[in-house]
């Protein structure tokens, strides 16, 4: 997400301030029936949602992703602040070091995986963190890092409204009424802000996610001006509908070309969830369902095979080895828990868990001490390659290192997979409960006065079978509703060992019953082995959620040793495979299940890496000794099946996820 380079020395101009008092919010109204009549119709003029997720610590991971999150923890996300000057010494926390996205970025992530954990430690890092933050809070309701000058000078809001979203997270898992009290005062700062100096830089591509903390103030307060700031934001804001519509979306940004705002992957991933949330206030239906277009769009003309869209660093077309920037990954990731929340739309259900179980995991080293800025989904080698074919980006971009190519993915890595976690269940209508994504996981509830827990255990996606349960403390009535993934053609459902019970795929099955002291249930989603077409004709193989890649032997070395901060084990990393990758597949489309078997596997204790993968594939090929590396990657796919006089090999597929190294789209190998 690097800026160019004459915007990037005015946005990131930062003013170190000192500490200030914190004056009490100005109420509009002075009388408390006044307000109470004043809320009732406010809320009224926000639309409801469809499913409200929990709020933050009601949701404990279990099993492989409590794995994968300790690893997380355990890795950058846990240290970061500990060594790496832009979070260390950041003007957030104090200090002189960068003063605008980074910091608020690493507590957009810490604060969920502290509460998803209920990890004491990172709970009172994140707290001592965002008190610094509301203690150095001053009087005109700026944070400290705002500039005294702005009024004179310009500033770009992005870093404000990034940092009010991570204070209502702070304030949802908590309650600590000073923190929200902080943001209201921000926000109406804010208001007033945009009346002398409307919305321009990354702020204005980034527009609603000022949204998410004006709905959660105003949820809690019934403050109507706060509905028109959300107003004021969307006026001017991006129009990205009108951008899609107008057909420019459609052709990939030249290699080492233009660097364009309205193609940027990142503000694409982010802009997913924008025309869902303006909604809310304005009801506008095609506002509602824009995502769709938005979405149908980006897969036509730049989707890749692991659910999310290229761009290294603008929107880059279909080709396997142009790459998906890892922040696109983590806020498109956000972006779909919001949509299914406002929609209740099994469909980006769906796509969240194909994006975090495949795009997620894979660009990230499998201890999660090291990340790449972007990954390819033909990745052979990831090297320091001057010859690269990027966008915008540069010469190590693909490389697993501490920050690649630009810190933003540093800064911003950590909240993919907590706030997947955090978002596996959220509340129906009539107080119930919905399972949105599947992982093992706790949620605790309250439905009209009556804790209930709910319980799911399994290697999923590894695995086609779930086991749930409920459990209340007592008797009590309530839905269930069970998301049933599109792909998953025979899904069956048996409750307390009965009957067993079809289920339609890509639909929510609502169970509306009462709920004894403990009842199990059983889920059964069949995986069946898929080929899809991709570019150039390449073929992809699919089961279930998880795409699968050729495993490939690795070499690790590391480089940049000289550079600051890359001591171990948050160093820098080239790999290089030590077996062939390239391979065409010996299929038969029709009968795909003879061509292609599986075979379960123990999750590992780093569930996404290579040695730790939950199943495995096996599959013929043939070796082409005329596709080789061209600029430092793997070579174009032919689109014409190819032959090769090579012996036919057997070939280990493991999930996308669990690879450093891989190939995802095969050139057809003729007969």
């Known amino acids: 997400m690097s800026i160019p380079r004459i915007e990037r020395r005015t946005f990131l101009t930062q003013v170190s301030l000192g500490a200030a008092s914190l004056a009490a919010v100005p109420r509009s109204r002075p009388a408390a029936a006044a307000e109470s009549r004043d809320r009732s119709a406010a809320d009224a003029a926000l639309a409801a949602l469809a499913l409200r997720p929990l709020p933050l610590g009601s949701i404990r991971a279990t099993g492989w992703l409590e794995r994968q999150l300790r690893l997380q923890a355990d890795g950058l996300t846990g240290h970061l602040d500990e060594f790496?000057?832009?979070?260390?010494?950041?003007?957030?926390?104090?200090?002189?070091?960068?003063?605008?996205?980074?910091?608020?970025?690493?507590?957009?992530?810490l604060i969920p995986l502290a509460w998803v954990l209920g990890d004491a430690a990172l709970q009172?890092?994140?707290?001592?963190?965002?008190?610094?933050?509301?203690?150095?809070?001053?009087?005109?309701?700026?944070?400290?890092?705002?500039?005294?000058?702005?009024?004179?000078?310009?500033?770009?809001?992005?870093?404000?409204?990034?940092?009010?979203?991570?204070?209502?997270?702070?304030?949802?898992?908590?309650?600590?009424?000073?923190?929200?009290?902080?943001?209201?005062?921000?926000?109406?700062?804010?208001?007033?802000?945009?009346?002398?100096?409307?919305?321009?830089?990354?702020?204005?591509f980034r527009w609603f996610e000022g949204l998410i903390p004006v709905y959660y103030v105003f949820e809690r307060t019934g403050e109507t001006w706060l509905l028109e700031l959300a107003r004021k934001l969307q006026a001017q804001g991006f129009d990205y509908m009108a951008f899609y519509e107008g057909g420019e979306v459609r052709s990939p940004t030249p290699r080492r070309g233009l660097w364009t705002w309205e193609k940027h992957v990142v503000n694409t991933g982010m802009a997913l969830k924008a025309y869902a949330l303006a909604w809310r206030v304005s009801r506008r239906e095609p506002e509602r369902a824009f995502a769709r277009?938005?979405?149908?769009?980006?897969?036509?003309?730049?989707?890749?095979?692991?659910?999310?869209?290229?761009?290294?660093?603008?929107?880059?077309?279909?080709?396997?080895?142009?790459?998906?920037?890892?922040?696109?990954?983590?806020?498109?990731?956000?972006?779909?828990?919001?949509?299914?929340?406002?929609?209740?739309?099994?469909?980006?259900?769906?796509?969240?868990?194909?994006?975090?179980?495949?795009?997620?995991?894979?660009?990230?080293?499998?201890?999660?001490?090291?990340?790449?800025?972007?990954?390819?989904?033909?990745?052979?080698?990831?090297?320091?390659?001057?010859?690269?074919?990027?966008?915008?980006?540069?010469?190590e971009s693909n490389l697993f290192g501490l920050e690649p190519n630009y810190g933003c993915c540093t800064a911003n890595l950590h909240q993919g997979w907590p706030k997947f976690a955090a978002h596996l269940w959220m509340r129906t209508p009539q107080e119930g409960l919905a399972a949105v994504a599947y992982a093992p996981s706790t949620a605790r509830l309250d439905v009209r006065g009556t804790?209930?827990?709910?319980?799911?255990?399994?290697?999923?996606?590894?695995?086609?079978?779930?086991?749930l349960e409920v459990a209340p403390d007592r008797p009590v009535r309530f839905p269930l509703w069970l998301r049933v993934p599109a792909w998953a053609e025979g899904a069956t459902l048996r409750i307390a060992g009965g009957r067993e019970l079809s289920l339609e795929p890509g639909s929510f099955h609502r169970l509306e019953r009462e709920w004894s002291t403990r009842t199990e249930l059983a889920l059964q989603f069949p995986m069946k082995a898929k080929a899809s077409h991709r570019y150039n004709?390449?073929?992809?193989?699919?089961?279930?959620?998880?795409?699968?890649?050729?495993?490939?032997?690795?070499?690790?070395?590391?480089?940049?040793?000289d550079k600051p901060h890359r001591q171990l084990p948050h160093g820098d990393f080239e790999i290089r495979p030590s077996t062939p990758w390239n391979y065409a597949l010996l299929v038969d489309e029709t009968r795909l299940e003879a061509s292609v078997t599986f075979e379960e596997r123990p999750v590992g204790e780093q569930p996404f890496s290579p040695d730790g993968a939950g199943?495995?594939?096996?599959?013929?090929?043939?070796?082409?000794?005329?596709?080789?590396?061209?600029?430092?990657w793997a070579g174009e796919v032919s689109p014409q099946p190819q032959r090769s006089n090579e012996p036919l090999e057997d070939l280990t597929l493991i999930p996308y996820g669990c690879t450093n190294l891989r190939v995802t789209e095969f050139p057809r190998l003729s007969r």
């Open 84 to 109: 790496w000057p832009d979070v260390s010494q950041s003007q957030w926390f104090g200090g002189q070091a960068e003063g605008w996205e980074r910091a608020p970025y690493w507590l957009d992530g």
């Open 124 to 204: 009172a890092k994140a707290k001592r963190r965002v008190e610094h933050i509301v203690a150095h809070q001053r009087s005109d309701g700026w944070y400290a890092p705002y500039p005294a000058d702005a009024n004179a000078r310009p500033y770009d809001l992005w870093a404000i409204l990034l940092a009010n979203k991570v204070l209502v997270q702070y304030h949802e898992a908590t309650g600590d009424a000073a923190v929200l009290q902080a943001v209201q005062r921000n926000l109406k700062a804010t208001l007033d802000a945009l009346d002398r100096t409307p919305l321009f830089g990354w702020g204005q």
């Open 293 to 395: 277009r938005m979405i149908e769009l980006l897969d036509r003309y730049h989707g890749q095979v692991h659910g999310l869209f290229s761009g290294d660093e603008c929107l880059s077309g279909r080709s396997p080895t142009q790459g998906t920037e890892l922040c696109a990954v983590v806020e498109a990731l956000y972006s779909l828990e919001h949509l299914v929340s406002v929609t209740g739309d099994p469909m980006y259900a769906d796509r969240l868990e194909r994006v975090a179980f495949n795009a997620l995991p894979a660009t990230f080293a499998p201890d999660m001490w090291s990340h790449q800025y972007d990954q390819q989904a033909n990745q052979v080698q990831c090297t320091i390659n001057p010859d690269h074919m990027w966008s915008t980006n540069g010469p």
């Open 451 to 467: 804790p209930v827990r709910v319980t799911l255990a399994t290697d999923y996606p590894f695995r086609e079978t779930l086991q």
């Open 537 to 561: 004709a390449a073929i992809a193989l699919e089961r279930g959620p998880l795409v699968y890649s050729l495993k490939l032997g690795e070499t690790w070395t590391q480089v940049n040793a």
């Open 615 to 632: 199943v495995v594939g096996r599959v013929q090929g043939r070796r082409l000794p005329g596709w080789r590396l061209q600029h430092g």
